[in-house]
C-alpha cells in the first residue's frame, strides 16, 4: 500500500552510502512575514531514499555509518533551528537588493530562484541534479542563520519588527577549524545581519555585517584555554587574500566599508590588529576604525563607547545611512556598510552592532512616522525596547552556537569557570574541540563538501569518549 505525505519543500538531494535520498520538508513553523512575504524556519526533515532495497541489503556497519551521516545532516539542518525559507521571498539577499533590483522569489515566475545569492543558498548544491534537469518549480533556497520577526507597537502604531541573519556558505565551518580567510578572501562567520521594520507599506532595512580577520591566519584546537594565533608567512599570499576580500565586499556594497576592529590591543590579539591595521591602509573605499573593546569597556563601564566609539563612527552612520522603500518606490539606499570584528566575531562583535543597530533603528522609526521626534529614545518605549534587545541578543547567540557551539553569553560565563576549574574543564574543552571537528563534517555533508567513498571516511572513527579516554591518562 501506498501512503501519501503532504510535504513542504525539498531541501534537496543527497547521496550517501546505499544511493541517492530525496530530503523533504515534513514541517515548518511559521515566523513571521517581510512586507507581504511569509517566512518559515525548516522544523522536521525527512530523507527517503531513492532506492530503499540498497539500504536494507547493506551490511551493519554500512548501515550505521549511513545512518550517522543522516544525523548529522538533520543536527545541522534541523537541530540547529537555522535552516529558514520563503516560497515568495528571496532569502538569499538582502532586502535592498531585493527590493530595488528583482522581485523577490515570486512563484509565478517559477527560475525565479536562479537570481539566488550562491554565498548565501546553503542547499545549492542539494539542489543540483534538479537543477540541471531544470525543475524549476521544486527549486527553493533555505539561508542558514535565525530570523526573528515581531508585531510591535509604539505610540500606539502597530508595525513589524524584525531581524534576519544569514550566513556565508564560503569558508563555512566551526571556530578552531576556520579562522581568517581563505586564499580566495573568503571568511570565516562571515554573517549579514538586517534588522527591518514595515509599516503602512514601507519597508525599512539596516544591514551589517560581520567576519573573520580578513588574513590567512590560524588558532587550532589544543589543549590550551586560548590556542596560539599563527600567520602564514607568505606576504604575497597574504596580501592578495586581504585584498580580494575587500574587493569582493566593496563590489556587493556601494563601493564604502567602514571597518570595525574590535581586537585587543596587547598580547596575541594585537598581532592580527596590527597586520590588519598596515594592510587595510592601502585600500580605498575602507574607513577603519579600531576599538580596543576589552580595555576601553573594562568592568563593564561602557563610557567610552558614548564619548569615544560613537564620535568615531558618527561620520559613517549618517553617510551609510538605511534602505526604505514603498512598493516600486525607493526612498533612501543604504550607501554602504559597517564590518564588525572581533577575534570570533560573536560577543564583542554582536554587541557593537546591536549598539549601532540602535542608533539606526530610532532613525529608521522617525522616518516611519512611528516616532514623533528624532531624539526619541528607545528606553521610552520599553516593550520595544525589551523586544529589540531580545532579538539581538538572540542573533549573536545564534551565530555564536552556529560558529563555535556555545552560545555567546553563557561562553564568556563558563570562561570563568574554565580557568578555576582544572582537570575536568580540560576534559569538556577538549570534548567541545571535538565536537568542532563533527559539526564541521555536518556543515561539509550539506553544502557537499565530503567525499564519502574516500579512504579516510571509510576507515571507522574512534569514539570522542575513547580519544579523550586515551589522551587524559598521562
Ligand atoms: C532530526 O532531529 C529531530 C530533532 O532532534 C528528531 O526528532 C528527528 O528524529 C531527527 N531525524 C533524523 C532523520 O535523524
Ligand atoms: C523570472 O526570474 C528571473 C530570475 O530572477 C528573471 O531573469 C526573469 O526575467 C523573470 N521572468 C519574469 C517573466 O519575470
Ligand atoms: C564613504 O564613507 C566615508 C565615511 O563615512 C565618507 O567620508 C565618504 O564620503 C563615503 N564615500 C562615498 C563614495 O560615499
Redesign the pocket.
Given at each position: 500500500m501506498k501512503t501519501m505525505t503532504r510535504i513542504f519543500g525539498i531541501m534537496g538531494i543527497v547521496t550517501l552510502v546505499s544511493g541517492p535520498f530525496l530530503i523533504v520538508v515534513l514541517e515548518k513553523e511559521f515566523i513571521g512575514m517581510i512586507a507581504k512575504h511569509k517566512i518559515y524556519r525548516v522544523k522536521k526533515i525527512q530523507f527517503i531514499p531513492f532506492k530503499p532495497s540498497n539500504f536494507k541489503s547493506q551490511t551493519e556497519e554500512l548501515k550505521e555509518r549511513e545512518i550517522q551521516y543522516i544525523e548529522m545532516m538533520n543536527r545541522t539542518i534541523v537541530e540547529d533551528n537555522s535552516f529558514y525559507m520563503s516560497y515568495t521571498l528571496d532569502l538569499t539577499h538582502h532586502l535592498q537588493h531585493t527590493f530595488s533590483t528583482?522581485?523577490g522569489l515570486?512563484t509565478?515566475?517559477?527560475?525565479?530562484?536562479?537570481?539566488a545569492h550562491n554565498k548565501y543558498f546553503w542547499n545549492r548544491h542539494m539542489l543540483q541534479s534538479l537543477i540541471s534537469k531544470g525543475m524549476d518549480g521544486f527549486i527553493m533556497p533555505a539561508i542558514r542563520g535565525i530570523v526573528e520577526i515581531a508585531s510591535c507597537n509604539m505610540n500606539g502604531k502597530v508595525f513589524t519588527f524584525g531581524i534576519v541573519s544569514r550566513t556565508s556558505t564560503k569558508r563555512a565551518g566551526t571556530r578552531y577549524i576556520m579562522r581568517g580567510a581563505d586564499e580566495n578572501g573568503y571568511v570565516a562567520n562571515f554573517v549579514e545581519s538586517e534588522q527591518f521594520a514595515y509599516y503602512d507599506g514601507v519597508l525599512s532595512a539596516f544591514l551589517q555585517i560581520r567576519g573573520s580577520i580578513p588574513l590567512i591566519w590560524t588558532q587550532e584546537a589544543n589543549l590550551k584555554y586560548t590556542p596560539e594565533i599563527k600567520f602564514l608567512t607568505d606576504k604575497q599570499k597574504q596580501q592578495t587574500a586581504f585584498e580580494k576580500h575587500f574587493q569582493y565586499i566593496l563590489r556587493e556594497y556601494q563601493n564604502n566599508i567602514t571597518a570595525v576592529n574590535l581586537c585587543k590591543k596587547t598580547g596575541q590579539e594585537s598581532k592580527l590588529s596590527e597586520l590588519y591595521t598596515s594592510y587595510v591602509k592601502h585600500i580605498q573605499g575602507v574607513t577603519y576604525n579600531h576599538f580596543d573593546f576589552h580595555n576601553e569597556c573594562k568592568n563593564h563601564d561602557t563610557t567610552k563607547l558614548y564619548t569615544m566609539f560613537l564620535p568615531s563612527i558618527k561620520d559613517s552612520m549618517r553617510n551609510i545611512k538605511y534602505f526604505s522603500c514603498r512598493l516600486q518606490e525607493i526612498y533612501e539606499l543604504q550607501n554602504g556598510v559597517f564590518r564588525v570584528n572581533c577575534i570570533d566575531c560573536c560577543d564583542r562583535t554582536n554587541y557593537i552592532e546591536t549598539f549601532i543597530a540602535k542608533y539606526m533603528m530610532m532613525e529608521q522609526l522617525y522616518r516611519m512616522g512611528i516616532t514623533k521626534s528624532r531624539d526619541d529614545k528607545m528606553e521610552n518605549y520599553p516593550a520595544f525596547d525589551q523586544t529589540f534587545r531580545t532579538f539581538w541578543i538572540n542573533n549573536g547567540d545564534r551565530v555564536s552556537v552556529l560558529y563555535s557551539g556555545t552560545e555567546a553569553l553563557k561562553f564568556q560565563k563558563s570562561a570563568q569557570g574554565l580557568m578555576n576549574d582544572g582537570f575536568n574543564s580540560v576534559k569538556r574543552y577538549f570534548l567541545n574541540n571535538f565536537k568542532d571537528s563533527e559539526r564541521q563534517k555536518a556543515i561539509n555533508l550539506v553544502l557537499g563538501l565530503v567525499d564519502i567513498n574516500s579512504k579516510e571516511e571509510q576507515e571507522e572513527v574512534e569514539s570522542p569518549a575513547q580519544i579523550v579516554g586515551d589522551l587524559l591518562t598521562f
Open positions: 528583482i522581485q515570486d509565478e515566475n517559477l527560475s525565479a530562484w536562479r537570481g
